[in-house]
Nanobody, 122 residues
C-alpha cells in the first residue's frame, strides 16, 4: 500500500512563497492523478489542484490559479506545490492524495498523507 508524506510547510508573511513536497513510498504510475487539497478546522477539504502523472498536465482551483504551480518528478515519485504570492486565506493544512480519474472531490481520492501546515500572516 502506497504512503504519501507531505513536507515543506511553515510560516510565511503575505506575499511570500513556500514549496511543498509530496513523496510517495511506491511508484506513481502514468494512469494516476495526484492531487493537492487543503483544510482549515471546521471546514471541508478543499481542492487546490492536481496533475496527471503521465502527461504532467495540471489543473487548478480558481482561488490559486496563477499563484500556485504543481509539478512532478517521475524519477523521484514526488509531487511539488510551488506557492507564490501567498495570502492569509491560504492558511491551512495541505494534503496530497491519489486518484485514477480527474476529480475535484476529496472523496474520490485515496491514500491521504498526514498533511503539512501552512500559515500565512498578514
Amino acid at each position: 500500500q502506497v504512503q504519501f508524506v507531505e513536507s515543506g510547510g511553515g510560516w510565511v508573511q503575505a506575499g511570500g512563497s513556500l514549496r511543498l513536497s509530496c513523496a510517495a513510498s511506491a511508484r506513481i504510475y502514468s494512469s494516476h492523478i495526484m492531487g493537492w487539497f487543503r483544510q482549515v478546522p471546521g471546514k471541508e477539504r478543499e481542492f487546490v489542484g492536481c496533475i496527471r502523472w503521465g502527461t504532467q498536465r495540471t489543473y487548478y482551483a480558481d482561488s490559486v490559479k496563477d499563484r500556485f504551480t504543481i509539478s512532478g518528478d517521475k524519477a523521484a515519485n514526488t509531487m511539488y506545490l510551488q506557492m507564490d504570492s501567498l495570502k492569509p486565506e491560504d492558511t491551512a493544512q495541505y494534503f496530497c492524495a491519489r486518484t485514477t480519474s480527474y476529480s475535484t472531490y476529496a472523496s474520490d481520492y485515496s491514500y491521504w498523507g498526514q498533511g503539512t501546515q501552512v500559515t500565512v500572516s498578514s
